[in-house]
Nanobody, 124 residues
Framework: QVQVVESGGGLVQPGGSLRLSCTSS????????MGWYRQAPGKQRELVAA???????TYADSVKGRFTISGLNTENTIYLQLNSLKSEDTAVYYC??????????????????WGQGTQVTVSA
C-alpha cells in the first residue's frame, strides 16, 4: 500500500504565508517526482509546482516568485512555501507522488498516487 498525506492548509489573510507538507510512504521503490496541484471551485485542477528526484523544479506562472517547492532529497517528503498569498490562491491543494513500484511478482511499474487534499483559503 502507498499513502500520500498532506498537511498545513488553513485560513490566511491576503499577503500572508502558509507552508504545506506532503509525505509519501509504503511500497515505493524510488520516487521520480512529487508535486502539488490545486483546484478552485468551478475550475479545472492545475499544476502549481513540482520537483523531481534530481532537484529540478517547475512552477505555474501564477505562483512564480511567491511559492517555493523543496524537499525530496533524503526523505519522500516535500514542502510548499506559499508567500504573498492572494484570494485567487484559494483552492484545495493536492499532492501527488510519481514513483516506481517495488520489484516483485505483482510489479506495477510507474505509478502515481494522490493525497486527499488540503484546503487553502485566502480571505480578509
Amino acid at each position: 500500500q502507498v499513502q500520500v498525506v498532506e498537511s498545513g492548509g488553513g485560513l490566511v489573510q491576503p499577503g500572508g504565508s502558509l507552508r504545506l507538507s506532503c509525505t509519501s510512504s509504503g511500497s515505493i521503490y524510488s520516487i521520480n517526482a512529487m508535486g502539488w496541484y490545486r483546484q478552485a471551485p468551478g475550475k479545472q485542477r492545475e499544476l502549481v509546482a513540482a520537483i523531481n528526484s534530481g532537484g529540478s523544479t517547475t512552477y505555474a506562472d501564477s505562483v512564480k516568485g511567491r511559492f517555493t517547492i523543496s524537499g525530496l532529497n533524503t526523505e519522500n517528503t516535500i514542502y510548499l512555501q506559499l508567500n504573498s498569498l492572494k484570494s485567487e490562491d484559494t483552492a484545495v491543494y493536492y499532492c501527488y507522488a510519481d514513483f516506481l513500484d517495488e520489484p516483485g511478482d505483482d510489479y506495477r511499474g510507474d505509478l502515481t498516487y494522490w493525497g486527499q487534499g488540503t484546503q487553502v483559503t485566502v480571505s480578509a
